[in-house]
């Protein structure tokens, strides 16, 4: 089985401790400024355009939330003072926090909110269920506004505590205005912090100043994105570091305070020195995700998506993604995320039983596969991802398919995937990508498990069956006959094939022991303090 041969292995994690030294903070600084090495570059700056994590965690920075959802899944207010709920459910009023304003010092009014929500709906699967059941959106003044409903609409709040990127935050009605397909033209928040345009450095540096004029709600624990979001530093410095030996290096001797995601062969290595800490990144880990283009062959044939899916070992992209340790991955995973209610074991046995790569290849030839260039998409600059790609790489290749392997920085890759052009113009047939357990705990969360065609993820796989079961989803009356529905889409999906399962891993953070406080499960800036 490959693992990871772009980084080294164990070679790598052998010579971090060796690396050139890099200069330490200042210790001036140490209190007033936190450094971070974040996922990848920031390439996209809207939280609208785009699923990728790097931008969520940035659009949570500078913006804020109507609700913020708790580790208990639970949505609590955030921007909202409160709510009420009359006519049967279908007229739902909420009140603005007292002193909310943006960054630009214009107070943050309800026209803001429903322009803010109208853009974010037409790219999120969440929105689009709200938008269809929605009879009217409108700020009756300043600080309210109203929801009314064609019909009762029993995920509203959890709607608009949407954390899963396209994430739903609040923007000036100016900046929302703007076409959802484009980015804004300006990053004006009201969030703990402020994007610092003039210390940006692409490709090496993100800089974020404290708010001083934000207000914290009052009251209630501190929980993954609910509570009061208190600032504890006046500056947070990104220091993109595509590199793991530098980035672990440069951790090592205290010129950043916290990686996001060092790659497992590191780890060990980290977990030794005696200033440094680790821990889950998330109780739920990620779900790996094969993602085709069902526009082009030869994905657009079921038959041969199914072909790849039977042939898959999710044991070999997870111990690729997390290591050996098998405590640190699964397998036999389907749509959802284990443990979580809507988790289920149906029609896994496309995933369970014996792999047959001879048979495999003899179906794809049957399936309809005519020797087409396949494109695959990896990145350089993700060493997860680069990994899963490197699997994908070697499955097809053994398949039999012809593969042009096309590795580049994760902002390209981010840019490519939205092409509908034809692979041999500028296009794609797969890639490989991760997502948070919570982004994959139910139908209408989960972005690639949206079907509809042009209003589906990238890849817009067109599968009528599926949209309608998700659909079902929304409306059914309670939890049993949500499992039940969750149930039939899984054995649907692993017919259609809309995406390959790559199963379940989990991965450490590592920070400076004198960061403390740090809002678990989440990468977020506030609460975070200097010991």
Not at 236 to 265: K, R
Not at 284 to 304: E, I, S
Not at 507 to 520: C, I, K, M, N, S
């Amino acid at each position: 089985m490959l693992r990871r041969t772009f980084l080294g292995g164990a070679a790598a994690a052998a010579a971090a401790p060796f690396l050139p030294a890099r200069p330490a903070l200042a210790q001036g600084d140490r209190a007033s400024v936190l450094r971070f090495v974040p996922q990848s570059d920031l390439t996209i700056v809207d939280p609208v355009t785009t699923t990728a994590y790097v931008t969520r965690n940035h659009a949570l920075m500078v913006f804020d939330q109507l609700y913020g959802l708790d580790a208990q899944f639970t949505p609590q207010p955030q921007m909202v003072e409160g709510h009420t709920v009359e006519e049967d459910g279908r007229r739902w009023t909420f009140r603005l926090r007292e002193g909310l304003s943006f960054h630009d010092g214009e107070p943050v009014r309800g026209r803001d909110c429903v322009a803010s929500i109208r853009r974010w709906a037409q790219r999120d699967s969440l929105g689009q269920a709200l938008m269809a059941r929605t009879d009217a959106l409108e700020a009756p003044d300043d600080r309210t506004f109203v929801i009314r409903l064609k019909r009762p609409y029993g995920l509203m709040l959890e709607t608009l505590a949407k954390l899963g990127p396209p994430v739903l935050v609040i923007m000036p009605e100016r900046l929302a205005a703007t076409d959802p397909a484009q980015q804004i033209p300006e990053l004006i928040g009201s969030g703990p912090f402020r994007f610092n345009t003039k210390e940006r450095l692409v490709g090496a540096r993100v800089v974020y100043d404290r708010n001083p004029d934000y207000r914290p709600r009052e009251g209630g624990p501190v929980s993954w994105v609910a509570g009061p979001k208190r600032v504890h530093f006046d500056r947070v410095e990104w220091q993109v570091m595509p590199d793991p030996g530098t980035a672990a290096a440069a951790l090592q001797n205290g010129e950043v305070d916290w990686w996001e995601n060092p790659i497992s062969d590191l780890v060990p290595t980290l977990q030794a020195h005696p200033q440094i800490a680790t821990q889950l990144a998330s109780p739920l880990g990620n779900l790996g995700t094969g993602v085709m283009n069902h526009l082009y062959p030869p994905f657009d044939k079921p038959a041969v998506r199914r072909v790849v899916l039977e042939a898959l070992s999710q044991a070999d992209f997870m111990a690729a993604a997390a290591g050996d340790d098998p405590k640190l991955w699964r397998k036999d995973v389907g749509l959802f995320t284990p443990g979580t209610a809507m988790a289920t074991d149906a029609g896994l046995d496309v995933l369970t039983r014996p792999r047959d790569l001879a048979k495999a290849r003899r179906d794809l030839v049957a399936a309809g596969y005519k020797g087409e260039r396949v494109v695959l998409m990896s990145t350089s600059e993700n060493p997860v991802l680069g990994a899963l790609g490197e699997i994908m790489h070697d499955l097809l290749q053994r398949l039999g398919m012809n593969v042009q392997y096309v590795v580049s920085d994760w902002g390209t890759l981010v840019t490519r995937r939205a092409s509908k052009a034809p692979p041999d113009q500028g296009g794609w047939n797969i890639f490989n990508t991760t997502w948070t357990g919570l982004d994959m705990a139910n139908p209408v969360v989960e972005q690639v498990l949206r079907c509809g065609g042009p209003k589906g993820f990238f890849g817009w796989p067109d599968l009528p069956e599926l949209e309608s079961l998700r659909e079902a989803w929304i409306e059914a009356p309670d939890q049993a006959a949500r499992k039940a529905i969750a149930a039939r889409m899984q054995t649907l999906a692993m017919r259609d094939v809309p995406y390959l399962p790559t199963g379940q891993y989990f991965y450490r953070t590592a920070f400076r022991r004198d960061l403390q406080d740090l809002v678990d499960g989440q990468f977020v800036f506030w609460n975070a303090r200097r010991a």
